[in-house]
């Protein structure tokens, strides 16, 4: 039978027990608690691995420590196993993520290939150097490759090699079937950075520049412009063809007849030289525009240099619009109206895809359109104030 303690003998208990900063319950009662945190942390971890995908992301061990009330060591204690076996996987900056295992392993080479042609764009070349940046940061593995011709030997694009994911960046060229063929073989999912290619099991990103085109062509008119100017790439591919076919729709040009007021270079988007543009501001000021749109710079100052170059030489002051990247300075600098995208929504919306693939989201793959926007400096004048 338990007596309990009484007078003095209580007393001295109780300050042994303050001087240990503990009540003294005894080995059994002192172990029952952290059991049952243990247990309560595990079976959450076990529900969360039943219900989940392969690459999904699962809650930091901050979160769990906060969740279930308890130190780190012991949610650290309770994730060990699973990190061990494999069925958790821990990066830096990735936190943790669900790996399911299957009979035959799939070792990969990297989480992702980027592809990307050799090309003059800056733009190009400055998406990928911040893509790779970001996955990095994520703890992915990044390998990269530039290519100049589809029928390379390309050593990334071997059979033993494996992908979860790869961007191809084309910069307007053809992509051959077969060099799609080839990279499906190797990757788990394809991305594409415009969209020259749709249709096909890849997610596809870009701009629609028709959409672009016939925003700036209609404040063109609202400024009271008829006789409106397009200078563009002659380039066969989709995006710039199609442009050039919208441009003609706008202007109500019809007839196998060239249009006097389209100016094509043989040079791609991005490409363009200061005499290019010299000559386009005086073949429109010859052809009696008003107006005139530009797609495919990069560098407004080679526009502000042409602009002075011929301002002798023609009647009127040309009123400009620019079909680019709104928060760009370097193509816009201040100056001229542009009608585009967004240079950094761009750059999110492709690490959101790139992560989705790389961790297996099952959703289908699309086309993704950026938004269009209108961004004013005052190029694009009044017909009034420019007659």
């Known amino acids: 039978m338990d007596v309990p303690l009484r007078g003095a003998r209580a007393r001295a208990g109780l300050r042994m027990a303050g001087r240990l900063g503990t009540f003294e319950r005894g080995p059994e009662m002192a172990d029952e608690q952290p059991k049952q945190k243990d247990q309560a942390i595990l079976q959450r971890v076990q529900a969360l691995l039943a219900e989940g995908r392969d690459g999904q992301r699962l809650p930091r061990v901050r979160d769990l420590m906060a969740e279930f009330g308890t130190s780190q060591r012991v949610v650290q204690r309770v994730l060990a196993p699973f990190l061990s076996s494999g069925h958790i996987v821990a990066r830096p900056g990735a936190g943790l993520t669900i790996r399911r295992q299957t009979e035959t392993e799939t070792t990969y080479t990297a989480d992702c290939l980027l592809l990307y042609r050799s090309s003059e764009s800056r733009l190009a070349r400055t998406l990928l150097m911040e893509l790779v940046a970001r996955l990095k940061r994520r703890g992915h593995r990044v390998v ?210 790139l992560i989705a693939r790389i961790e297996r989201d099952p959703a289908p793959a699309r086309t993704h359109y950026l938004p269009i926007y209108l961004f004013e400096n005052g190029s694009a004048q009044r017909l009034d104030a420019t007659s």
């Open 144 to 353: 990269q490759r530039v290519f100049a011709a589809e029928d390379e030997d390309i050593d990334l694009l071997a059979p033993t090699t494996r992908y979860r994911c790869c961007l191809l960046q084309a910069n307007f060229e053809v992509i051959p079937v077969a060099f799609l063929a080839r990279i499906r073989a190797v990757s788990d999912a394809l991305v594409i950075d415009g969209v020259s290619v749709t249709g096909i099991d890849a997610d596809v990103i870009g701009t629609n520049w028709r959409e672009a085109l016939s925003i700036g062509y209609r404040h063109l008119q609202a400024q009271g412009h008829a006789r409106i100017s397009f200078l563009t790439s002659s380039h066969d591919a989709r995006q710039i063809a199609m442009a050039r076919r919208e441009f003609l729709l706008l202007s109500g040009w019809e007839g196998t007849v060239p249009s006097p007021l389209l100016f094509q270079r043989d040079r791609l988007p991005g490409s363009y030289r200061r005499q290019d543009l010299v000559e386009a501001l005086l073949e429109a000021g010859r052809a009696g525009a008003t107006a005139m749109i530009v797609w495919g710079l990069v560098d407004g100052y080679l526009l502000d240099a042409a602009l002075h170059e011929t301002r002798p030489m023609l009647d009127r002051q040309v009123s400009l619009l620019l079909l680019g990247s709104v928060d760009m300075p370097s193509e816009h600098v201040r100056r001229f109206d542009i009608v585009g995208n967004s240079d950094a929504e761009k750059l999110d919306l492709f690490e959101r895809v």
